[in-house]
């Protein structure tokens, strides 16, 4: 039988209320608590906990605290990825951050999307996309990385930007929702 975490991981609709599901959501509370409440010093660039946890954790990545992830196993950073105070990472699907990205505070980034029909998405019905983001990309204060987008090499999110398609390599978007200005 196939279980929902099975589901999850190859895009199919599952339950997010599943008990194996929040088991693994509430080991990634641990990790971030701890992340979160450690002093500078004590924490380093990111907690034992939530360096465990996470997928992958490239050289030179620094997470500032507050942060949030949902599973942390599905989240990827490559080498010297920044994340600036107050990012959350909801990763039900998988979510790389390429080498030298840098995102602003308050940045989100979601993968899940609940079932369109009332009843379903009360029963905890949804389905998970991946978000991949390229090397060297700047995500500006408080944008929203919509699920299943893919941001190219080098580009810029402007702040406050909400992303809900894939952006070319190397180009400039702004808004809601996002809309070219350079490239």
């Known amino acids: 039988m196939t279980t929902e ?3 999850m991981r190859t ?3 599952y339950d997010c209320l599943d008990p194996e599901l929040e088991a693994l959501r509430s080991a990634a509370r641990r990790a971030v608590h701890q992340h979160n409440t450690l002093p500078p010093w004590g924490r380093g660039a990111v907690a034992p906990l939530l360096h465990r946890l996470l997928g992958q954790v490239g050289e030179g990545v620094f997470l500032e605290a507050p942060f949030h992830c949902a599973y942390g196993f599905n989240i990827s950073l490559g080498d010297n990825v ?3 105070a107050g990012c959350a990472i909801l990763d039900s699907g998988s979510v790389t ?3 030298r990205s840098m995102l602003g505070p308050n940045v989100q980034i979601y993968c899940a999307q609940h079932h369109k029909d009332a009843a379903r998405r009360a ?3 949804e389905i998970a996309y991946p978000v991949q983001i390229g090397e060297d990309v700047w995500i ?3 944008a929203i990385i919509m699920p299943g987008t893919t941001i190219g090499d080098a580009a810029i999110i402007g702040a406050g930007s909400v992303v809900t398609r894939d952006v070319a ?3 400039t978007v702004v808004g809601n929702p996002a809309r070219l200005i350079s490239g």
């Open 169 to 171: 390599a190397g180009v």
């Open 97 to 99: 951050i390429g080498t």
């Open 82 to 84: 920044y994340l600036n």
């Open 123 to 125: 029963a905890g019905e």
């Open 140 to 142: 500006g204060g408080g």
């Open 11 to 13: 895009g199919k609709w």
């Open 5 to 7: 975490r099975e589901k």
